[in-house]
T-cell receptor, first 115, second 115 residues
Framework: DSGVTQTPKHLITATGQRVTLRCSPR?????VYWYQQSLDQGLQFLIQ???????AKGNILERFSAQQFPDLHSELNLSSLELGDSALYFC??????????????FGPGTRLTVL | AQSVAQPEDQVNVAEGNPLTVKCTYS??????LFWYVQYPNRGLQFLLK??????LVKGSYGFEAEFNKSQTSFHLKKPSALVSDSALYFC?????????????FGRGTSLIVHP
């Protein structure tokens, strides 16, 4: 168990809908990362937050947004969902923004199915 | 820019035999290299990392990896494979000299250990 929790584990919804995925980082970790994993695209970095502020953006669609709250948990919001958004969404956390030996620890993921 | 290649989609090995999962990387500065393992329907678990120092890095579950700067490789190895090692393995790299502190992941290699 990495100490990173994600809810829900599974989510089934319809096209055009909006969903929110939640992540709680390991105790003491300030940095949260969101990834999308699909069969054809592999593991894609979406966005990173550090202590409440957005710090890095990857291949995140404009329909997607995220935030990190004062208690350091993070939420990923996906709107106007399309079939192609079906994937596993992972959250990871690390202790600091960047460091010599900083390591990301991953949560169990949320499996999103868009019908 | 940074990138990582895992040239084999799948590696098959008999239980008790040594295993190698290959990874090559490209990065502008000093490479920070990571291996993760993903079991079915689970998140990525950290196995080991190379930051500096000894080229042979030992990690969890009896795995080790050898950093080879001249060949820009970081192959994952284990002397004696177990059926329970069957999983998806990801190599990741990030630039330790600055630049992006978001690691880039390979597409993964499926390791199948036959009884």
């Amino acid at each position: 168990d990495s100490g990173v929790t994600q809810t829900p584990k599974h989510l089934i919804t319809a096209t055009g809908q909006r969903v929110t995925l939640r992540c709680s980082p390991r105790s003491g970790d300030l940095s949260v990362y969101w990834y999308q994993q699909s069969l054809d695209q592999g593991l894609q970095f979406l966005i990173q937050y550090y202590n409440g502020e957005e710090r890095a953006k990857g291949n995140i669609l404009e329909r997607f947004s995220a935030q990190q709250f004062p208690d350091l948990h993070s939420e990923l919001n996906l709107s106007s969902l399309e079939l192609g958004d079906s994937a596993l969404y992972f959250c990871a956390s690390s202790a600091r923004l960047a460091g010599e030996s900083d390591t990301q620890y991953f949560g169990p993921g949320t499996r999103l199915t868009v019908l | 820019a940074q990138s990582v290649a895992q040239p084999e989609d799948q590696v098959n090995v008999a239980e008790g035999n040594p295993l190698t999962v290959k990874c090559t990387y490209s990065v502008s500065g000093n490479p920070y290299l990571f291996w993760y393992v993903q079991y079915p329907n689970r998140g990525l678990q950290f196995l080991l990392k190379y930051i500096t120092g000894d080229n042979l890095v030992k990690g969890s579950y009896g795995f080790e990896a050898e950093f080879n700067k001249s060949q820009t490789s970081f192959h994952l190895k284990k002397p004696s494979a177990l059926v329970s090692d069957s999983a998806l393995y990801f190599c990741a790299v990030r630039d330790g000299s600055g630049g992006s502190y978001i690691p880039t992941f390979g597409r993964g290699t499926s390791l199948i250990v036959h009884p």
